[in-house]
Each structure stands twice: as C-alpha cells, then as structure tokens.
C-alpha cells in the first residue's frame, strides 16, 4: 500500500489499527508453528540419519551376498532362484498428522519370508542363495522404513518454508507497511486539527 | 501399494529375489529415463528405488521432479549421494547445514 493511495480519516485509522493487531495476531501464531515445526523436524532428522546409515550398511552387505552367491551358484543359477519367487511384499500407507502436516506411515508385512515360502527348490540350491535372499528382504525392511521417514522430512521441509516466508512477510513486509501508513494517517490528522485551530484563531483576531 | 526397482541387472536381480516384482532393467540412458516416466505414471508403485549413480545421468529436470515426489516416494541406494538432495533442502528450508 502506498502512501499516497491513503486518506488520513478516522475511520480510515481504526480500520488500520485493526488491521495491526490481526496481523502482530497472526505473526505471533505463525511463528509459533514455525518453531514447533523446526522442533518435530529436529526429532525427525536423527531418525532419518539412524535409518540412512543403516541403509547403506545393510545395502553393501547385500551386494557382498550377491556376489558370493554368483560365485557359488553362477548367475544362471542365482537368476532362476530370483525368477521363481512368488511372493511379493506389501506394503500399507496409512497417514498421521504432526502439526497440521499429514505425512505417511508405512506398515510393511511378508517382506520376510520362511525358507519354503521364496518358491525356489530347497535341494536345487545351496544356502547361500537364502542367505542372499534374506539380506536383500532385509535391505526392502530398511528402504521402507527410510521411506517413511524422508517422505516425513520431505513434508515436514516444504511446510518450514513455506510458514518461514509467511513469517517473514508478517514481519518485514505487511507490519512495517501497515504501521508507516497508521503514523502517517496519525500525523496528518494533528495537522488538519493544528491548521483548523489557527484559522479558528485567525477568525476570532479578526472578529475582535 | 509396490515397491518398484530400475537399476542394472545385477542391482535388480537381489530385489527380485527379496520378492518384488516391478523390476526394470535398465540398458541405456534412453530405457533409464522411459522405465522412471512409466514407473511416476504407476498409479501402484508407493517406493521407487533407484541407483544413486543412475540419478547423475537423467535430464536435470526429472531429477528435481524425483527429488520433490512425495508419492512415489524415490530412495537411491549406493554411494554416499543418497543424503545430498535431502541436505540442499535442509540448506534451503532451515536455513542451516544439519545434514552431518
């Protein structure tokens, strides 16, 4: 709002006034919600690391696996254990709420599965290939959890922001804007009040 | 909802032998990027997983878009990249590295 667009009439304050303390209302909320969120994001951001470092721990463990697996078995032998396998894991998502933000929460069931349930013959391979194969359901286990938690943070991230710059607008950009033109407003109404004065005494010297 | 997986034979071989079925190979830069569309397009795919080095050879652009996609979400595995998108917006939202 520019100055000039403004007219320096009561109403015109009251209205402005009014205007001030919804928005100092609103920046005061926001902020809040802004610190909270930074809070829920510090909680978050341990898990994603924990869960990170486990990632990659279990993901070379698993290629470690496959490679002993292709040496002892060939990869022939390891590609017709894989193509033989049935089952395939589920996933459910449901969602839960933190601070007006609805993030995921992943269940995942049958990712782990009992020697006889991976549809492979027992007797045709050795136990290496289920070693492999449990590191691998193992490593599934690990990316759907860190899946969770990064969509988590990934969510939890663009609201920050987002309430971070409405924070700021509040603050450096509609607050300032909104006081100038109340001082503004302010002063031009004591001078009309100083200008009516002196023409009042003007009159009234000339009356005399 | 699935779990999709685009990678290098080998990469996916362990996948498929955990179970999961949406598994695509990828042979060149061309099949990269036309398995990534068709798997974003899939309305039954809830986890992609990706390469972390596979991520370097897509248009900037699909990166971003990976980057930023809640559902699918996209986890890469491998070499240490993994966190680096996730630290540029840490960077860029709180406004301080926290990504250690």
New interface residues.
């Given amino acids: 709002m520019a100055l000039r667009d403004i007219k320096p009439t009561r109403s015109e304050l009251i209205n402005l006034k009014k205007r001030i303390a919804l928005s100092e209302r609103g920046y005061k909320i926001l902020k809040m919600k802004r610190d909270g969120l930074i809070l829920e994001f510090f909680k978050v951001l341990e898990q994603a690391k924990d869960t990170r470092g486990d990632l990659n721990e279990r993901y070379e463990s698993a290629q470690a696996m496959m490679a002993v697996a292709n040496t002892v078995e060939g990869a022939i032998g390891v590609k017709a254990a894989a193509f033989s396998v049935q089952q395939e894991p589920d996933i459910k998502v449901a969602s839960k709420n933190i601070m007006g933000v609805v993030v995921p929460e992943i269940e995942s069931s049958k990712v782990r599965k009992g020697l006889n349930e991976r549809g492979y013959g027992i007797l045709g391979t050795t136990s290496v290939i289920d070693e492999t194969a449990l590191s691998f359901e193992e490593l599934v286990e690990a990316i759907i959890r860190s899946a969770e938690i990064e969509t988590t943070m990934k969510k939890l991230l663009d609201e920050i922001e987002s309430t971070k710059r409405r924070v700021n607008a509040l603050e450096f950009k509609v607050i300032p804007e909104l006081t100038e033109a109340r001082d503004f407003i302010k002063m031009r109404l004591d001078e009309m009040e100083r200008e009516e004065l002196f023409r009042l005494k003007k009159i009234k010297a000339r009356n005399v | 909802?699935?779990?999709a997986v685009i990678g290098n034979q080998?990469f996916i071989?362990?996948?498929?032998?955990?179970?999961?079925?949406k598994t695509y190979p990828v042979e060149s830069d061309e099949t990269l990027v036309a398995h990534i569309n068709r798997v974003l397009e899939d309305p039954a795919v809830?986890?992609l997983?990706l390469q972390s080095g596979d991520l370097k050879k897509i248009p900037r652009r699909l990166q971003m878009t990976l980057e930023?996609s809640?559902k699918p979400?996209v986890?890469t595995?491998?070499a240490?990249e993994?966190?680096l998108s996730?630290r540029e917006?840490?960077k860029?939202?709180?406004g301080v590295d926290?990504?250690k």
């Fill in positions: 909802m699935e779990i080998e071989l362990g996948f498929r032998l955990a179970g999961i079925r809830g986890i997983v930023e809640v979400t986890i595995i491998g240490e993994g966190g996730m917006r840490i860029r939202s709180v926290l990504w």
